[in-house]
């Protein structure tokens, strides 16, 4: 049986809810999460930032903002999923010893264990580049480009057991222009996701989202 969706509780300006955030690359989603953060009092804070590498750009920003900031690699030398439970156990000591109450995946590129989802179901948040359910997975402007679709756009949604498949908590349209390359297109859906993303997430925390989205 999967387990259920159990949602953080409502915070508040006095009482901000404790994130994590977890990022692969070059972070500007977190960047702009702390900057919405910073820029007036908010009901949720970023208390810790980590990388699935050493070298992700981004750990910069959570570095630079003085919050924990760490990269995790992927142990070395075990079977495959193994490695995957080692790892997110070093991810889960890491959230619990900061007190995490809600992680938000941002350009987070690892698939979490069924085991890792479960834990945090209902407090696991994802932003995804594309109008799901359309073009789930790592290669999502690519597929949208392929497919000749003319408008794409980018949707937050709760993470369930599946790839990109939770519930969605808000979607915003952008259109695709006739000359586009991933790369422009890439561009063109991260100044929205930036927006986007810590509005819902403001919502969220504050309890603006209720237990019917999920069904
Ligand atoms: C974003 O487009 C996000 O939706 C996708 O990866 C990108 C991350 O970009 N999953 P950044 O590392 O936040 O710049």
Redesign the pocket.
Known sequence: MEAPFVLPRAASIEEPLRLAVL?????????SLLSFQSSKPRCHRTVLVIADSENAG?LEHGRGAGITTMGIPLPKGRQSTQRRLAHESMILRQLKSSGVELVV?????RILTPSFVAIWKGRLL????SLLPDFPGAH?HRDALAAGVQTTG?TVHLVDEGVDSGPILAQREVPILPDDDEESL?DR??KV?HTLYPEIIDLFCSGGVSLEVLG
């Open positions: 990022i692969s690359g070059g972070g500007s989603g977190l960047s981004g995946l941002s350009g987070y590129m994802n932003i995804h580049p999502a980018c890439q859906v991260k996701e």
